[in-house]
């Protein structure tokens, strides 16, 4: 590589186009009122989601994927990813209301 000394990681020496980066993902989610969009708050703090036993949110992972029967219907949930990068720093962040509700999954073919 044709790369300097600068432009290498120190600990990897990976040349300087491979040095840049991935993005990082950095998931939240939140109950909200299905009408005002508010997120609910007990203590003042946000309700959250679901009881993330197995750690679906701590992904740095770009997509993220509830297993079915997660979410409970009758509920609205606010998702967001807060993605950023290094050097930098650049991020940005970004949020999706999502209402649940009863009945049965449509069939995917």
Request: aromatic share 8%; net charge negative; hydrophobic share 35%.
């Amino acid at each position: 590589s044709n790369c300097t000394a600068e432009q290498r990681t120190p600990t990897d020496g990976c040349p300087c186009v491979e040095c840049v980066a991935a993005w990082t993902s950095v998931w939240s989610c939140a109950r909200v009122d299905t009408d005002t969009r508010e997120i609910l708050l007990v203590d003042d703090l946000p309700v959250p989601c679901f009881d993330d036993i197995n750690g679906l949110l701590y992904t740095s992972a770009p997509n993220l994927t509830i297993p079915s029967k997660t979410l409970a219907p009758g509920h609205t949930y606010r998702f967001t990813v807060t993605v950023y990068k290094e050097p930098g720093p650049r991020e940005s962040t970004a949020f999706v209301d999502i209402e649940v509700n009863p009945g049965d999954p449509p069939v995917v073919v």
